[in-house]
């Protein structure tokens, strides 16, 4: 048995590394972070992180994380650290949605969980099927020449998968830089074309029918799966849905729409590891590919990302993305996450295989037990 004694969360400023990062509705130059640190009455310590990519990008942000967290955390002192599940179950009867939030436990739980074992994350989630996993590569908004630019120098990298944005702008913009993309790509990585919700419907429809000799995947291309679903046949390129899921019931309803061919999955949006293996597994059922990802993240939230991206069947992983190579200052010095050749390696250690120094997780906001 092992139980939680001590909740303490921090919040830190993320300065974007080559920033500011742009996308159809947000620009941003830094992104506040909070972490996680659980305490068991074993003596271990577990790490949980979220990071919401403003307070724009989806229902989340930081000064939200923090209020979730405060409302549950007094009522958790005593849980069981090394379950998990049980404590998401004890977190949806203290608090309605706030699935972000949760996932910060949650991640945290995993880690101490792994800790207490002895074991990888990715192991007490079923299985490492592989320990180096293919990144892709997120280009911001930006003119048809600069973008292509970085499109071949990240391929030039390694990265597998290149997503450029879109969106918020004149839609012929949009088809010169996805045509300037596919110039220098020309199917050495996956292109996608990803407007973050911000395209009408006949602002899509305009970009795949003007580029439907270019194979790339549109990524969300509307705001809401109704938008999505009554553009559908009318667009010629796979569908990917990325912020329209929030929960296991939006993947559901997503797949019984039949209006996407793949997915863009963020650990912590969908409520941590212990949800996203139900995802994992109902995507797989339809065998639907998809990415992991989140929003954002230092070391934490992108150890949580491979862990979970290691056990999915690997001809459904379409590449992972953390934010490791934007970040300035890694929390664990020596194993701080990056990618190296095109490919983020899954970290060896137990739990999440991580050690944040902790002089380097920000300014403590509140600590319960
Ligand atoms: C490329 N991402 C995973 C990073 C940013 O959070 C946005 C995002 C996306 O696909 O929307
Ligand atoms: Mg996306």
């Known amino acids: 048995m092992m139980r939680i004694q001590n909740i303490q969360l921090f919040t830190k400023a993320l300065p974007i590394v080559g920033g500011p990062y742009t996308m159809s509705r947000v620009t941003l130059n830094e992104i506040t972070t909070t972490i996680v640190r659980i305490e068991s009455d074993t003596g271990l310590v577990g790490w949980g992180e979220v990071a919401p990519l403003g307070p724009t990008y989806q229902p989340a942000h ?27 179950r004890l977190m949806n009867g203290l608090l309605e949605g706030h699935n972000y939030a949760k996932a910060a436990i949650d991640i945290a739980l995993w880690d101490l969980t792994g800790k207490h074992y002895g074991a990888r994350v990715c192991d007490l989630l079923g299985g490492a099927e592989q320990n180096r996993l293919p990144a892709y590569y997120a280009v911001g908004i930006g003119a048809p020449d600069e973008v292509a630019k970085i499109v071949s120098d990240k391929i030039d990298m390694g990265y597998k998968r290149i997503q450029i944005k879109v969106g918020g702008r004149n839609v012929a913009t949009d088809i010169d830089v996805v045509r300037a993309a596919w110039d220098v790509c020309k199917g050495r990585a996956s292109l996608v074309a990803d407007p973050n919700r911000g395209m009408l ?5 305009a970009l795949s029918l003007a580029c439907a000799d270019i194979p790339f995947s549109f990524e969300q291309p509307c705001n809401t799966m109704d938008e999505i679903a009554s553009i559908r046949s009318q667009i010629v390129h796979p569908i990917i849905v990325d912020e329209s899921t929030e929960s296991l019931h939006d993947v559901l309803r997503a797949i019984e729409m039949g209006i996407c061919d ?59 993305w953390t934010a490791g190579n934007y970040i300035e200052e890694h929390y664990d010095p020596e194993n701080g996450i990056k990618m190296k050749d095109g490919y983020f390696d899954v970290p060896t250690g137990v739990g999440l295989g991580i050690n944040p120094s902790e002089d380097r997780i920000g300014r403590m906001v509140a600590s319960f037990d």
């Open 201 to 205: 419907a006949a602002q899509a429809k």
């Open 62 to 88: 930081a000064l939200g994380a923090v209020a979730a967290i405060k409302e549950m955390a007094p009522h958790l002192i005593g849980a069981p650290a090394h379950q998990p599940l049980t404590v998401m």
């Open 262 to 320: 793949g997915f863009g999955f963020k650990v912590t949006r969908l409520g941590g590891l212990t949800n996203m293996m139900a995802v994992r597994d109902v995507a797989a059922s339809r065998a639907m590919p998809h990415t992991v990802e989140d929003s954002w993240g230092g070391d934490i939230v992108s150890a949580a990302i491979l862990h979970l991206a290691a056990t999915v069947e690997p001809r459904l992983l379409d590449c992972v």
